[in-house]
Structure formats: C-alpha cells, structure tokens
C-alpha cells in the first residue's frame, strides 16, 4: 500500500527520519511515541500533504490512493450541516451530486448519526462531531485511513465506543489505517502492527507485530498486557 | 428575569434621567436658547417633523448607500488579498492612510474635486472613506483566521483556489465581515454627519444641516431635536446589522445566541 525509503524531513532541523518502512495492504497500523517525535509529520507526509526533503515514497502501483483524513480535533466546518459535512470530499472532487448524497447518508447512518443530518457541529457532542469526522474521511469510500490522534479529547466511554466502531470500519472495508496516538494501550488494542518512534528527529525504534489470538476480551488477555509492558518498557528506556 | 432587566433598567434610568432634566431647568428658569427642558424638545419636534423627517431620510439614504459601497469595496478587497501578498503588501498600506488621515482635513479638496453643486456626492466619498477601513480589516482578519487544518482538508482533496475562497475562506470570514460592517454602519453615519457639517448645505439638507441651521438661529430645542433623531438613526441602523447577522449565522454560530 504505501512504503517510505529513506524519508527524512527537515525545516530548519531535522524533525523526522530517516524512515524505511512498508506499510501492507488492508493492514491496521499504530504509530505511537512522544510529543514532537514527528508522528504528525509521518502522517502528512503518507498524506501528501507535506513533501519530504529525502527519500522516496511509493504507492501500490505508483498510484497515490483515495484517502481520508480525520484530525486531532474533529475539525468540521462550523456553518456547514452534518450532511454537508460529510459531502465535503465529494463536492470537491465533484462528484455526481445524487449518488454523493447517497453517499453521505450510508455513511452517516453507518457511523450512527442517523437522524442528525440537519444538525450543525456546535448542536453535537464531542463524540458524534468526531463521528462526523469518520464519515466525512470515509465517505470517498478510499483505501487509505489517515488518523492523527483522533480520540485523544473524548471521554472514556466514547472513546472506547469510537475504538470499537473505527475497528468495525476497517474489517468491513478493506482499508488501510495508519493511526497515530499517545496511548500504548490503545495502540495494541487496535492495531495489528505498532511502531514506536523515539524523540525527534523520529525514528522507529521499534517495530511489533501485535499478537492477537482473539479479539473479544483480548484487552483482559496475557499477551495483551505483555505487549502493553514491553512498549512502555521500551519507551521509559528511551527515556520518554 | 435578566432578559427584562437588562431593557427595564436602562429606560427607568433614562426616564429618571429626563424627569430630573425637566425639573433642574424649570427650577432655575434656564433660558430655552441654553437648555431647553425635554417637554420643549419634545415639542419641538412635533412642530419641526416635516423638515426633520425630510432631512433624517436624506441623512440615512447616504449613510446606507456610502455603508454599502464600503462594505462591498472592503470585502472585494480583502478578497483580492486574499488571492495575491503582493496586491496585500501595494494596498494595505494605502487603505491605512486613508484610515488614519481626518475626514475633516480631506473634506475641502474632496467637494473643491466633485463640485460645490454636488456636496451630496461628496458627502457620500467621506462618508465611505469612513465606513470602508473596519470591514477591510476584519475581512482580511477572518480569511487568514481559517485554521491550518482545515486548508490541509481541502489541500487533501485537491480543492482549488476558487472552491477553498468560496466554501471555506468567506464562510469562515463572514462572523468577522458582520463584526466589521456593526462598526462600519456606526462610522458611516457619523461619516456622513462630519462630512455635512464640513461640505456645508449646497443640495443636501441632512441632519447635520438642520443642526447648523438651529444653532445659527439659536433654537436649540430644534437642535436637541434632531440630534435625537440622529441618535435613533444610530441605534437603527446598529440593531439593523446586529440582526442580519443574527439571521445570517443564525444557528451555526455561538455569537448568534449573545
């Protein structure tokens, strides 16, 4: 799906790299480490949205995917209803309007706000604006999820709500989702891979494969909390 | 109980205000071409209505008008900024001395250029050189205002310069351009009363004309009078604003729900 070759990416220091990495198709990949080791910056660079100074980034058949986006923050437009949120994507890539609506209607129904289409961002929880983000980064139906630490101001419970659902959307669609976070518990409860970055300029310090035998209840298992010590122990030794 | 308040409050105090008005200058026999009490403002104004009216309507007509040229100059302005640094860094500057330069002390070469016949377009100049700077300011404000991550959403699906101005750009200005035009009404109507003083009368008899006239002729009351209806012109023309932009961000906004 997407590999970096040895990305390095500056301003007026170095802030990221270099970074080799293959990131698999259809896989669940977490990127976690401190403030400022560059885990945005590998988000934007996988986006396109920055360039990197170094290095190749390379696309399954050259070819960059359809991707969404969702922020830290749910970053909606204000004026703008859920379902014209959600449209966004497909009135800039001008799509067919019908079918767009079509469109943006599956998916908020599918991310559960069924009923709140005419509702405006500031008449919405912080949990359902970031379900809006979902759907919006979804709604173009791409093969590439994008995530930069999208639960980090939610409350507990919405959170593992929005956990639970964001995994629904990966095993029934068949994307690819780079998700980067703060949280190593979360980062093992989600994903299939995590990489750890160490304090900028960022570079991964190391790369585990999650071994997840079950999924329900694997958060209360042995190699859960195994997996959880060993990235802590990892990072407490980098002295994050 | 607070909403009721905050209107009952005021109006008692202006009524206590009035009545201890009235009192003071019937108790010490103030001469009516010092202060007239408000029953002879009052009365005044009931006698002079047709004169009063007529030039209150001038008054407002070329505030409105001066207030829409502004408004819209400053917004296609701001726009143009908007879409080039270089056309910002050449204009801004100009748009400054305009600013900061008194509408008194450009007042005389302005009606020597548009014609002593013509006063009314130059007070309709002033009154806009006035009015333009505040809507300018916070339209360019609210454009550079859009937060990074929302140009990175647009950047993320190729949107281009024209789709980022329209669907994200003047939306996301429009709290600021209302902010700016709530200033820009006020300033154009104190625009167009200085201009009407500096101009003189020539055709137009507006308000401020009418205020010269009473003082030449020492009726005050008559003054008084029409310095009310500017007054009440103001507040106009401010609630005027304050409710488009009620209307316009109606339920999307916080600031609509002040």
């Known amino acids: 799906m997407l590999t970096f070759k040895d990305i390095v990416k500056s301003y007026e220091e170095d802030v990221l790299g ?10 669940f990949v977490s990127i976690i480490g401190p403030s400022g080791s560059g885990k945005s910056t590998f988000l934007r660079l996988a986006s396109g949205l920055i360039k990197q100074s170094s290095g190749l980034i390379g696309y399954t058949d050259n070819l960059k995917p359809k991707m969404g986006f969702v922020f830290q923050d749910s970053n909606l437009l204000p004026w703008r209803t859920v379902l014209d949120n959600v449209l966004l994507p497909l009135e800039l890539t001008k799509e067919d309007k019908s079918k767009s609506i079509e469109k943006s209607l599956k998916w908020i129904s599918r991310v559960g706000l069924g009923g709140k289409e005419d509702s405006f961002p500031n008449e919405l929880s912080g949990g359902q604006k970031m379900r809006v983000s979902i759907a919006r980064a979804m709604v173009q139906e791409g093969s590439l999820l994008l995530l930069d630490e999208p639960f980090s101001a939610l409350d507990e419970v919405t959170r593992r709500r929005l956990e639970d659902d964001l995994l629904e959307i990966w095993k029934t669609n068949n994307i690819t989702i780079l998700f980067v976070t703060h949280s190593v518990t979360q980062a093992v409860y989600l994903s299939e891979r995590v990489l750890v970055m160490s304090s900028g300029p960022g570079i991964i ?7 997840k035998k079950i999924d329900v209840g694997f958060e209360g298992t042995h190699e859960f909390l195994s997996q959880v010590k060993h990235l802590t122990d990892i990072l407490r030794n980098e002295g994050i | 109980m607070y909403r009721y308040l905050s209107f009952i409050a005021p109006l008692l105090t202006f009524l206590v205000l009035l009545i201890f008005w009235e009192f003071l200058v019937n108790y010490n026999k103030v001469p009516l071409y010092i202060l007239p009490a ?9 006698i002079n209505y047709k004169d009063l009216f ?42 400054v001395i305009f600013q900061v330069t008194p509408v008194v002390a450009i ?16 007070i309709l100049i002033l009154a806009t050189i006035v009015a333009f700077f505040p809507v300018l300011a916070n339209t360019n404000l609210g454009i550079k205002s859009v937060n990074e991550n929302l140009h990175e959403l647009f ?20 709290p600021f351009i209302l902010t700016g035009m709530k200033t820009s009404i006020g300033l154009s109507l104190i625009g167009t009363v200085v201009a009407e003083f500096v101009a003189g009368s020539g055709t137009s008899t507006g308000l401020a004309w009418r205020i010269i006239e009473a003082g030449n002729r020492l009726d005050i009351a008559k003054l008084f009078a029409a310095l009310i209806l500017l007054v009440i012109l103001g507040i106009f023309l401010f609630l005027l604003i304050s409710y488009i932009e009620k209307i316009v961000l109606k339920r999307w906004h916080d600031s609509s729900n002040i």
């Open chain 2, 54 to 95: 007529s030039s209150a309507f001038i008054t407002l007509r070329i505030t409105l008008f001066a207030f829409s040229i502004a408004s819209s100059l400053a917004i296609l302005l701001a726009i143009l900024f908007s879409q080039s640094k270089l056309i910002e860094l050449s204009l801004y500057p100009i748009a």
């Open chain 1, 18 to 27: 270099p970074i080799s990495i293959d990131i698999k198709n259809k896989s």
């Open chain 2, 155 to 174: 950047s993320l699906y190729g949107a281009g310069r024209y789709q980022r101005l329209v669907k994200l750009q003047i939306p996301f200005a429009l």
């Open chain 2, 107 to 122: 007042a005389p070469l302005i009606l020597i250029w548009v014609g002593f016949d013509n006063a009314e377009y130059a």
């Open chain 1, 205 to 211: 310090i190391e790369d585990l494969l999650i071994n």
């Open chain 2, 38 to 46: 408000p029953s002879d403002i009052f009365l005044s104004l009931i």
